[in-house]
């Protein structure tokens, strides 16, 4: 990559020239492009997810949701890497060591290449066995082990995008990061359809689409990096093996935590493939669609928060952080109660109207992974502020303890009640580490009342409760049987709960002024 800076001879002052261009973003602008994008990108994954299953079958959708889990247990290290970059890179910007986040950056990127070309070897390798490890019906075998291989280059360029694209997040604009997201969405769909069109429809052209995609993101990424940050360098002549050792250190506990986040979040796909077949991994992975899209939209919202959490932490001020924090726990659990309270109360006429009528049995499958979701995805900021501080550690030990836990309770749950029992057990020990583990720490690290989590994600609570009320009797009242009907459902449960919520947020607003007025 062409650098726009020589190590030698170069002074703290004129490194910070390029950073003079690029000011940093509001959250408010944020906020505004990462939702307006995120819902298109729902939008258009919603509508694409029947035409998928339709040309492919629920077998085919079924592979591709496992294929992208075993991936994901292989793209734990970089994403840890990425997110370490991230707060790494944010504080040297925020403290103006310029020299030194030249040096975070570089390191970051080809200590990225150098594990993906490691592993390169050893994961095509494990491509030849795929059908040991999954249920794969005898003609779809090459298929899946092809497509196992382009999942694997795709994820090679995703993850060489994660560092390049931390200029928006220390820049704080991640409105171009939605975009990115957003035309990376849109141009994967559209070569689906181009290729299952023009080709033909299989693992493969799905497996290609994925790859382009890939591309395309890692060079839109490429892109913000030398727009926002001008002045930092890319070069192999910024390597060092101190940061490496530093990234790897907090990056190893962040991995070890995602570790059990996947184990968590991701192995009840592979565990309803191996115990109740194909088939049922298909049903599996189409109804957890909304709970991912969900997620999804949680992560994105309480994502806001980050950068200002980490500029705040970078001036130590201890008592703007913590207020910082609980604003955002409470605003993310509100936000995330809306989403699962609408949902909820409509879930099975969702699934009949959206996936057909065989699906419409799954709704309860579907509003037990998605139910708990309110106070478990409610907490999110507080695993941000625990990663600015770097107090990963016991975090990371707990979650892994407890998501190989889940693991086991999953296998024996599938066994007894089937789809429900992969719901129930991630619904179980999701909560427990979430309401009793995250809370308490938090409230210990960073030294503030434990209590007040418990205020917070009890109002999310009762929000939710309300919301799913709401939603209910909409739904009974209009009795959706079209997709114009049920929009038309969801929009007027939408509102009326947004109408609840209003007063609420002017309350935030108006103790946020008076905060800064004092």
Request: hydrophobic letters at 55%.
């Amino acid at each position: 990559m062409g650098t726009k800076l020589k190590r030698v001879g170069k002074t703290t002052q004129d490194l910070t020239k390029g950073h003079v261009v690029a000011k940093r973003g509001n959250t408010l602008w944020n906020a505004f492009f990462r939702f307006g994008a995120q819902f298109l990108a729902i939008l258009i994954n919603l509508l694409a997810t029947p035409y998928i299953i339709r040309h492919l079958g629920i077998e085919s959708f079924g592979i591709i949701g496992v294929i992208n889990m075993l991936v994901s247990f292989m793209a734990i290290a970089a994403s840890s890497i990425t997110s370490t970059v991230g707060r790494n890179l944010t504080l040297a910007v925020e403290r103006q060591e310029y020299e030194n986040a030249n040096r975070e950056l570089s390191t970051a990127v080809y200590g990225l290449l150098c594990l993906f070309a490691i592993s390169f070897i050893p994961l095509c390798a494990l491509s030849i066995f795929i059908d040991k490890l999954i249920v794969i019906p005898e003609t779809l075998i090459l298929s899946a082990r092809i497509l196992f291989l382009l999942v694997i280059l795709s994820f090679g360029f995703t993850t060489l995008s994660g560092p390049l694209g931390a200029a928006m997040f220390v820049r704080n604009r991640l409105d171009l990061f939605s975009i990115a997201s957003l035309a990376r969405t849109i141009f994967f769909i559209a070569a689906i359809i181009a290729l299952f069109s023009a080709v033909d429809a299989n693992l493969v052209t799905y497996g290609i689409a994925l790859l382009a995609s890939s591309i395309l993101i890692c060079l839109l990424h490429l892109w913000s990096h030398r727009h926002l940050l001008p002045g930092v360098a890319i070069s192999r002549h910024w390597f060092d093996r101190t940061i490496l050792r530093g990234i790897v250190s907090l990056g190893g506990w962040m991995t070890i935590n995602q570790i059990g986040v996947v184990l968590f979040l991701q192995t009840d796909l592979l565990v309803s493939n191996r115990v109740l077949g194909a088939t049922a991994a298909g049903q599996f992975a189409a109804i957890t669609v909304i709970s991912i899209q969900i997620r999804a939209l949680a992560s994105l919202f309480s994502g806001l928060f980050a950068p200002t959490q980490t500029a705040i932490w970078a001036r130590s001020d201890k008592t703007a952080f913590s207020a910082y924090l609980f604003r955002s726990i409470r605003l993310t659990t509100f936000f995330v109660a809306l989403l699962v309270g609408v949902f909820c109360g409509s879930a099975r006429e969702i699934f009949m109207i959206w996936l057909g009528k065989e699906f419409a049995i799954l709704a309860p499958v579907a509003i037990m992974l998605t139910a708990y979701l309110v106070v478990t995805l409610g907490v999110m900021p507080s695993w941000n502020a625990i990663l600015v501080i770097g107090k990963v550690k016991v975090p990371a030990i707990v979650t892994l303890i407890m998501g190989l836990i889940n693991v086991g309770l999953c296998i024996i749950l599938a066994k007894s009640m089937g789809l429900m029992g992969i719901a129930l057990s991630g619904c179980i020990m999701l909560t427990l580490r979430n309401t009793l583990f995250t809370p308490w720490y938090v409230s210990r690290t960073c030294r503030i009342k434990l209590w007040i989590f418990y205020r917070e994600l009890g109002l999310g609570v009762i929000f939710g409760g309300v919301v799913y009320g709401i939603s209910r009797s909409i739904t009974i009242a209009i009795h959706p049987s079209t997709m114009v009907e049920l929009v038309l459902t969801l929009l007027i449960s939408s509102i009326l709960a947004i109408l609840l919520l209003f007063p609420l947020v002017l309350l935030e607003i108006k103790k946020r002024k008076n905060e800064k007025r004092n």
